[in-house]
């Protein structure tokens, strides 16, 4: 059975900083592009960032452009994402994808699996 487990969740001031991990199981996904979304209260779930297959190549929303980085080890099949300088607009609950393709798409209709979600609090 697949999953993807994120951790990292937590409550944390602006200006603040948090690291997201998505440990996956089941299978290996080190052929997979991975990506973060997230889904904020009241809104639609959004891209935030997606890694190729063998981490190379990275795509990022522009609203987290230069404050989130997204980097994978395939080695313990895990993703990570960095946030620093986080914002209030920045909380939302978090999920990690993976791919079919190796491609670092944006669209979620490119992610087959999908973890629950870990919640990010950014207070002001």
């Known amino acids: 059975q697949v999953q993807l487990v994120e951790s990292g969740e937590g409550l944390v001031q602006a200006g603040g900083s948090l690291r997201l991990s998505c440990a996956a199981s089941g299978r290996t996904f080190s052929s997979n592009a991975m990506g973060w979304f997230r889904q904020a209260p009241g809104k639609e779930r959004e891209f935030v960032a997606a890694i190729s297959w063998s981490g190379r190549n990275t795509n990022y929303a522009d609203s987290v452009k230069g404050r989130i980085t997204i980097s994978r080890d395939n080695a313990k099949n895990t993703v990570y994402l960095q946030m620093n300088s986080l914002k209030p607009e920045d909380t939302a609950i978090y999920y990690c994808?993976?791919?079919?393709?190796?491609?670092?798409?944006?669209?979620?209709?490119?992610?087959?699996?999908w973890g629950q979600g870990t919640q990010v609090t950014v207070s002001s």
């Open positions: 994808a993976a791919s079919s393709g190796g491609f670092a798409a944006t669209g979620p209709r490119s992610y087959d699996y």
